[in-house]
């Protein structure tokens, strides 16, 4: 009898990190894509052959709806300017959560979407142990947003009361409607969520596309395997000592019978140089999980085992995990994965913080919140550049909020020793329990359940967040941890990123407290009751964070308007943060009126390099009073003037190398509330025969104020080394310029910090904080500085080819009297447009009087062999320079 609907199965089973590259088809490329309101045609007539589609847009997948029509020219670029607004169907309200909204009556996304692909399947097996009635061909979809039917050959597969759900993936027993060895035609009509969905959404990071990221926008694969199917295979690492010499392996995987009759078999695996084994017999269609623990199979009690350890605490060393299901003798089916011997504990301080142990020992975590693309175009080339950009910040670790990245992010993350905090997003349906139906806790769990078995294995997962801004409640809170605790993830959960505690797991041990917005550097120091150095903080950021003019000249068709307009506004954020008001403020009260485009840049980087250091140095000195902290953010989706630590075009500006500065693996800092000066090891040995020195200077370069000192750093320590007198700092129009150096037992510099201090600092209103800071009732006075008489600076340049690459090497030389102040530099074309990404050793520095320093810059591939070089700073001449070719020696 023939069926139009086939038993599919659903469990969300992710595809493995590696399977025999002989069972994988990748179904990328050959799409075709249209809107369901142009065709009068019904699935079955879609998916056959013949089916006019002369008029479809081309495509490759994954791709969201929208991003396959702007890579067709269908729309001009909707990063640049206001041209989001141009596309039909963005005509919800600037500054409003469009995921919250119903789609526009007239928009061409209130439609279905067609893809449709034809392919050749491979052929049948003629293997004798694997005949035809045996092997089974799958669809395995990562991704469809949100509702999707599905049609193979003229036959419905699903429809969209299976698939649902932007986080959850499918794998669909083909068998029955594929033809090996032929022509096949796959057609998906694509659904894009609701207002009441749990889809993919954008909150006040950056506006969102009117297709609200529609289609399929995870990979599509053609898999073939024998009658059982072996998935989602992981290894838990437990060490039952200290002394970290032997680690007890339990590995775990997932069985599916595909067949209508009994299977018997053998479940082989291997890892770190042992085999282990066991039978195991499948009833027909049966789900089964298949566990080897150390207490049955003692082979797994792994001794002397290499460790994987996060960046600064040692070398992320990767193992091989191999697992298959053979029928007599002859593999059904086979995944490999790499994972590390590694465990992630957490606990609960003595002041309630949270704290994250790797391997058993503490970790202060430095992070940035990352965002994908925001219409979730992949580039692996972007990717790496990012990951490259992310280890010189000297970060540790990267949070997702909602945006689950691709497998490559996560291996790069586990190959780089990167740590990820991950879970669901915040502020719309996904954290609007109380209007859940049956299905959104069915769509919830099941999206969970995909991402845990896809997810589970890397090395670099540090926590599962279940909320984000608020945690779930209790019924939602106990439906999840059922789902965690049955695929045994293997990390720590938490209920939320926020200080909520719940009636099922108790104290979050975090708060998610702010700011988000402009504070003085010191506020990270003296606050006591909200985003200051204490606990583990979330998501906190200094806020503002000004594109350079050649980044900006990307995105803006006016990127030196002075005062900015309301194309540069539509790149802030919404919200409380639609302008960049508390940061003008600061700016003019604090520094300076700027009177053009250049000199708010100049400003504004300034104030993000000075409070983006401070950030991340008063957790740094606190720890482990503080655990944790998290910028927000790392990066952005889309062109943004607000949270980011490097811009959309992959450009780092001055916080950048304030947070790289403060994360350094050793490093001299000063101390806002106590006027100390502290050094901090950030790696996981000792270091003897450190050599400290502070000089303190007033603005006409009067020393005030010397010390030195020699001293040995424990592993992972903060420790006081002066203590600047507080006698010093009498007179509120005071400026303190204090600079700090620390080298080690041969005499190399190791940490170099410049300090800016007035001698009165910035006083809050803490009655009258809010989520997005502390207002000041009275700000420092730094408005001396625009006043730095001139300083002459020389500069030179080379560019030479290393092993790493080109390598550009800036010799500047301060041959005058005075303070030369914040000095950039950057890589540029030789009519002044962007080189993107640059690595640069240090920059934004000072040049104290007479003093000579050499910058090093790794150049991308994509920089000309011209480049040039563009220096300024807040009181020497701007400067153009060329650099001369080194040749390398052989």
């Known amino acids: 009898m023939k069926r139009s609907l086939i038993p599919v199965f659903l469990l969300s089973l992710a595809l493995p990190a590696a399977l025999q590259a002989e069972t994988v088809t990748p179904l990328r490329d050959g799409w075709k894509m249209q809107s369901a309101c142009s065709l009068q045609a019904k699935g079955d007539a879609i998916a056959a052959e013949g089916f006019a589609t002369e008029d ?119 068998t029955e409607f594929l033809k090996p060895g032929k022509t096949n035609v796959l057609a998906v009509e694509t659904f894009a969520p609701t207002e009441k969905d749990l889809g993919i959404n954008w909150v006040d990071w950056n506006p969102a596309p009117p297709d609200k990221d529609m289609g399929l926008w995870g990979a599509v694969d053609l898999v073939a395997s024998g009658a059982v199917t072996l998935r989602s295979p992981l290894a838990v690492t437990h060490f039952p000592g200290s002394a970290l010499d032997t680690a007890d392996l339990t590995v775990y995987a997932e ?70 299901f053979s029928v007599q003798g002859q593999p059904a089916d086979e995944q490999s994965v790499d994972f590390g011997f590694r465990e992630v504990t957490s606990e609960l301080t003595a002041n309630g913080s949270r704290l994250f142990r ?52 996560f291996h790069l993350a586990d190959q780089q020793g990167i740590l990820v905090m991950l879970g669901w997003c915040c502020c719309d ?76 797991t108790g104290e979050s041990g975090v708060k998610m407290t702010g700011p988000y917005d402009y504070v003085a550097p010191s506020y990270w120091y003296v606050d006591r009751e909200h985003g200051g150095a204490f606990g583990f903080n979330t998501e906190t950021s200094p806020g503002p964070a000004i594109p350079s003019l050649a980044s900006r000249q990307k995105f803006l068709p006016d990127p030196e308007a002075w005062p900015p307009s309301a194309t540069w506004s539509y790149h802030y954020g919404s919200g409380g943060f639609a302008t960049l008001k508390v940061l003008d403020e600061a700016m003019e009260a604090v520094y300076a009126k700027p009177h053009s485009a250049a000199d708010y840049e100049r400003l504004a980087g300034t104030m993000e390099y000075d409070s983006e250091r401070a950030m991340f140095e008063a957790y740094s000195k606190n720890k482990y009073t503080s655990t944790g902290v998290v910028q927000w953010m790392l990066n952005n989706a889309w062109p943004s003037m607000i949270w980011h630590l490097y811009d959309y075009n992959l450009d780092a500006g001055a916080g950048y190398f304030g947070a790289k500065k403060a994360c350094e693996p050793l490093h001299i800092q000063y101390s806002y509330d106590d006027l100390s000066v502290v050094v901090v090891n950030s790696t996981y040995e000792p270091v003897a025969g450190l050599h400290a020195s502070v000089h303190v200077h007033n603005l006409a370069w009067k020393e005030l104020y010397s010390s030195d000192a020699t001293l040995s750093a424990a592993a992972d320590s903060t420790q006081r080394v002066f203590s600047i007198p507080e006698g010093l700092y009498e007179g509120a129009d ?87 102040f ?69």
């Open 56 to 174: 479809w847009l081309k495509t490759a997948v994954p791709t969201t709806v929208l991003a396959a029509q702007v890579a067709n020219g269908k729309f001009p670029d909707p990063y640049f300017g206001m041209s989001l607004r141009q596309i039909p169907g963005t005509s919800y309200p600037i500054g409003h959560i469009f995921s919250k909204l119903p789609m526009p009556q007239d928009s061409p996304y209130r439609c279905g979407w067609w893809y449709r692909n034809e392919f050749s399947a491979p052929a049948a097996s003629q293997k004798p142990a694997a005949p035809q009635k045996e092997e089974r061909f799958w669809l395995h979809f990562a991704g469809i947003n949100y509702r999707g039917e599905i049609w193979l050959n003229g036959h419905k597969i699903a429809d969209s009361t299976q698939v649902a759900g932007a986080y959850r993936t499918y794998d669909f027993d083909v």
């Open 358 to 409: 790797v391997n058993g020992k503490r970790i202060l975590i430095r992070g940035g919140g990352w965002s994908q693309d925001m219409l979730l175009r992949t580039d692996d080339n972007r990717l790496r550049d990012q990951f490259r950009l992310v280890r010189d910040l000297n970060l540790n670790t990267i949070r997702l909020e909602g945006k689950l990245e691709t497998d490559e992010f």
């Open 822 to 890: 914040q000095i950039s530099a950057a890589a540029r074309t030789p009519s002044g447009g962007l080189i993107a990404p640059v690595l640069w050793s240090d920059n934004w520095i000072e040049l104290v009087p007479g003093e000579s320093r050499t910058l090093t810059a790794l150049l991308p591939d994509s920089a000309p062999g011209d480049t040039i070089v563009q220096i300024g700073g807040w009181n020497i001449a701007s400067e153009t320079i060329t650099p001369a070719a080194v040749i390398a020696p052989r």
């Open 255 to 324: 069985l599916h019978n595909a067949t209508d009759h009994a299977v018997k078999g053998l479940v082989t695996g291997s890892a770190a140089g042992v085999h282990f084994e066991q039978p195991v017999e499948l009833a027909p269609h049966e789900d089964r999980e298949v566990a080897f623990a150390p207490d049955r199979f003692p082979q797994l009690h792994i001794h002397n085992p290499k460790l994987w350890w996060p960046r600064q605490m040692g070398e992320p060393h990767l193992e091989r995990l191999t697992m298959s």
């Open 734 to 820: 005071r400026i303190f310029l204090i600079d700090l150096t620390l080298s080690d037992a041969s005499g190399n510099m190791v940490s170099r910090n410049f300090y800016w201090v007035p001698g009165t600092l910035t006083a809050f209103a803490w009655p009258k904080s809010e989520y997005t800071h502390t207002p000041a009732t009275r700000h420092e006075d730094m408005t001396a500085l625009a006043n730095l008489p001139a300083a002459k600076v020389s500069a030179r340049a080379e560019i030479e080819h290393t092993p790493r690459g080109r390598e550009l090497r800036l010799h500047l030389d301060n041959g005058s009297g005075v303070l030369a």
């Open 429 to 504: 349906h996904w954290e609007q329990w109380k209007d859940w139906t049956p299905e959104d806790l069915t769509i919830a769990t099941a999206s969970l359940r995909a991402q845990m078995l896809r997810l589970r294995h890397h090395a670099s997962l540090l926590v599962w967040l279940n909320g984000s801004d608020n945690p779930p409640i209790a019924s939602v809170e106990s439906a999840y941890l059922k789902v965690e605790s049955e695929t045994h993830w293997p990390n720590p959960v938490l209920s939320s990123a926020n200080s909520t505690s719940t009636s099922v």
